[in-house]
């Protein structure tokens, strides 16, 4: 069964930063394009980012130039450096591979002062 852990979530005022992170096992990770998504209460589950095995990345308009995505095929890992946060960007968020039905937890990213 792969399994995926995000970790790295919490509360930061805006302006702030936080790097989330995903653990991937039981996945040849490196054939797989990672996606991080978010889901804020009351609303659909949005891509926020994503990055191929050649590691190009594509980003929806509201994080350009806040969030940054990356991944490191020896660790398994996929990761979201996200700066000058908005308390818009309040939810849950997830990795996923795609093409897969395999989601982890989550985890809470609550901008606020």
């Known amino acids: 069964q792969v399994q995926l852990v995000e970790s790295g979530g919490g509360l930061v005022q805006p302006g702030g930063s936080l790097r989330l992170s995903c653990a991937a096992s039981r996945i040849i990770f490196s054939s797989y394009v990672m996606g991080w998504y978010r889901q804020a209460p009351g609303k659909q589950r949005e891509l926020v980012a994503h990055?191929?095995?050649?590691?190009?990345?594509h980003y929806t308009d509201s994080v350009k130039g806040r969030f940054t995505i990356s991944r490191d095929n020896a660790k398994n890992t996929v990761y979201l450096q996200m700066n000058n946060l908005k308390p818009e960007d309040t939810a849950v968020y997830y990795c996923?591979?795609?093409?897969?039905?395999?989601w982890g937890p989550g985890t809470q990213v609550t901008v606020s002062s």
């Open positions: 996923h591979p795609w093409g897969t039905n395999f």
């Open positions: 990055i191929t095995f050649g590691d190009n990345t």
